[in-house]
């Protein structure tokens, strides 16, 4: 499949659990990005790597906790979550750091997270 | 601090009519604006870019630097915009508005 792929599409998990998000492009892109989609905030950028190193970490609880094996594959990892970390969990890619070539943002379909 | 506003949660036209999405960016430099467009049960995905000067599906986003805003107008509103539009300015730091959820009534 083209573009970024992330899986699972749907996740329900426990206060207790451990679970561990995925995201993959085949783009060639260098930069990689996941963000957090709530019902009534906007986008939230959560972490941001450049060529598989992390270069932001924006005041994420860590409970959160982001694995970039390399530029392709992304990876966040989830323990301890509470109800309010029931989210869209988007994930993105751009050829540049921050599109900064200006050809902006390629988005997965995000996985939708619902903590009990 | 930077900060893009879209001051409109809800937008709702009639078919034909025409449309305005506004967007206001507070940056201490000249940061490159995109708009995105997230369909129903689909993606976020790239409408256009403000350096290419295009348009996009009827739309096009006029820069006014003096009064830092970056709104999106089409001239004929279809029903098939309905959707959610997201300004994001960037700056090594790519921001997204809090998105307007356009209506377009038949």
């Known amino acids: 499949e083209t573009g970024v792929t992330q899986t699972p599409r749907h996740l329900v998990m426990g206060m207790t659990n451990k679970k561990s998000l995925k995201c993959e492009q085949h783009l060639g892109h260098n930069a990689m990005y996941w963000y957090k989609q709530s019902a009534k905030k906007p986008l939230e950028l959560m972490f941001v790597y450049n060529f598989k190193e992390q270069t932001e970490n924006n005041s994420v609880p860590s409970r959160f906790s982001p694995e970039c094996p390399n530029s392709s594959h992304l990876f966040l990892h989830l323990h301890t979550l509470q109800p309010e970390d029931s989210a869209l969990y988007l994930c993105?890619?751009?050829?540049?750091?921050?599109?900064?070539?200006?050809?902006?943002?390629?988005f997965g379909s995000g996985t939708r997270l619902t903590v009990v | 601090a930077q900060r893009v506003t879209q001051p409109e949660k809800l937008l709702s036209v009639f078919k034909g009519a025409p449309v305005e999405l506004k967007c206001n960016y507070s940056?201490?430099?000249?940061?490159?604006l995109f708009w995105y467009v997230q369909y129903s049960r689909q993606r976020l995905q790239l409408l256009l870019r403000?350096?290419s000067r295009e348009s996009i599906k009827g739309f096009t986003a006029d820069l006014n630097k003096g009064e830092t805003s970056f709104h999106l107008k089409k001239p004929f509103a279809q029903e098939e915009d309905s959707a959610m539009y997201y300004c994001a300015p960037s700056d090594n730091d790519m921001r997204f508005g809090a998105g307007t959820r356009l209506t377009v009534k038949p």
């Open positions: 940056y201490s430099g000249s940061p490159e």
């Open positions: 993105a890619s751009s050829q540049e750091f921050y599109a900064s070539n200006n050809y902006g943002y390629t």
């Open positions: 403000h350096i």
